[in-house]
């Protein structure tokens, strides 16, 4: 099985950091609920943020608007603390040493630059960021723009993410996709593809 694949595509929230999922504080910070803070996100432009249509300001501008209240800081960018998963980390170091790794992820700018800063995406060989290719998960051209960037075919890609929709989508296209649980899960099903020694 090693010598067919290539290519290995990671999610890079909940798979290579924790600290991601910002909708329950940022709610909880503007005394809304889970569902109410997502139904106002998305009218305000949640889908066009993460494609880059709109940046963070333009998205809290939409937000305030609907809101009825003045949200004058970035959010997003305020509640996220990213923290490396260390055993994910050596995993994609050990990949390396033989196959290419990249970066697929549903972003925006301000987490984008928080990642960048901290030094997360040096793991990667190349990052492919929803916000600069204007394409996101799961959509099918979010994969395939990836394959043709990297000259892959799907049947020489494996990919990684922590979200059923978005693997489910990259398995119906013939790339091989493992839901993320545990760095130590993802280690015995690599080991077992003869990929890394186990």
């Known amino acids: 099985m090693s010598e067919k694949l290539k290519l290995f595509i990671f999610d890079v929230g909940g798979v290579l950091c924790d600290g991601t999922s910002l909708v329950v504080p940022i709610a909880r910070h503007l005394g809304?609920?889970?569902?109410?803070?997502?139904?106002?996100?998305?009218?305000?432009?949640?889908?066009?943020?993460?494609?880059?249509?709109i940046?963070?300001?333009?998205?809290?501008?939409?937000?305030?608007?609907?809101?009825?209240?003045?949200i004058e800081r970035d959010l997003w960018a305020e509640f996220f603390k990213p923290v490396l998963k260390p055993d994910t980390v050596r995993l994609i170091e050990e990949l390396r040493k033989k196959y290419r790794v990249v970066a697929g992820t549903n972003t925006i700018e301000s987490h984008y630059q928080i990642h960048l800063q901290q030094g997360h995406y040096d793991v990667f060989d190349r990052v492919y960021a929803s916000h600069q290719i204007g394409l996101m998960k799961p959509q099918k051209e979010f994969f395939l723009y990836i394959l043709k960037s990297e000259s892959a075919k799907p049947e020489e890609t494996?990919?990684?993410?922590?979200?059923?929709?978005?693997?489910?989508?990259?398995r119906d296209m013939g790339?091989?996709?493992?839901?993320?649980?545990?760095?130590?899960?993802?280690?015995?099903?690599?080991?077992?593809?003869?990929?890394?020694?186990?």
């Open 32 to 53: 809304l609920n889970e569902q109410e803070f997502l139904a106002l996100a998305r009218r305000a432009g949640l889908r066009e943020i993460q494609i880059g249509k």
């Open 175 to 198: 790339i091989r996709s493992f839901l993320f649980t545990s760095a130590e899960k993802l280690k015995q099903e690599l080991a077992s593809l003869e990929v890394l020694d186990s």
């Open 158 to 170: 494996f990919f990684v993410d922590d979200t059923i929709e978005n693997v489910a989508a990259a």
């Open 55 to 70: 940046s963070p300001r333009e998205f809290w501008k939409n937000f305030s608007e609907i809101f009825g209240r003045a």
